[in-house]
């Protein structure tokens, strides 16, 4: 099957599967809600140091996700085709994949947003020495940039990485 080279969804075997039945009028296309449009339960706040690394970030929460082996692994497989090739190679874009309800367990309130009372999260650059991160489905194994090379160990590759304004 020739995939176009603009259709970065029919990277995985199941968005093709899903895009062959949809197609085969087997299935209806999927429908996707937006909700809390007008009263977000979240929202981002981007430092004004990520300019000189980010032009642009895009944000979004997806709920009821539940992982076996397999999806976590295609799932992982298609952000990193995402990485390599739209994204080439990190150098235009990156995709952080976070598990919210770890995020909200350790938050100061521990409680899921409201529209009344929403989460917010900060965008902002750091030195690679105050970077450390948990990788998913790694049992709580928490890496750290500086001292022990994190992301270049974790994912045994050659990582493109913007100096922080705060290195300079």
Not at 56 to 70: K, T
């Amino acid at each position: 099957i020739d995939t176009p080279a603009n259709r970065y969804d029919l990277l995985s075997a199941e968005s093709m599967a899903l895009a062959l039945r949809v197609f085969l009028q087997r299935m209806a296309p999927p429908r996707f809600t937006i909700h809390n449009v007008s009263r977000p339960l979240f929202s981002m706040v981007v430092d004004k140091s990520v300019h000189s690394v980010r032009d642009y970030v895009v944000c979004a929460v997806l709920r009821n996700i539940r992982f076996n082996a397999n999806s976590y692994n295609s799932f992982i497989d298609f952000q990193d085709k995402l990485h390599s090739g739209l994204a080439r190679k990190r150098t235009l874009a990156s995709v952080g994949t976070h598990d919210l309800d770890k995020i909200i367990a350790a938050s100061a309130s521990k409680q899921f947003p409201t529209s009344d009372s929403p989460m917010q999260f900060k965008y902002t650059t750091l030195p690679k020495s105050e970077i450390s991160f948990s990788p998913l489905n790694q049992g709580g194994r928490v890496l750290n940039c500086g001292t022990d090379g994190g992301l270049e160990e974790f994912y045994n590759c050659l990582l493109y990485t913007s100096p922080s304004p705060r290195d300079s």
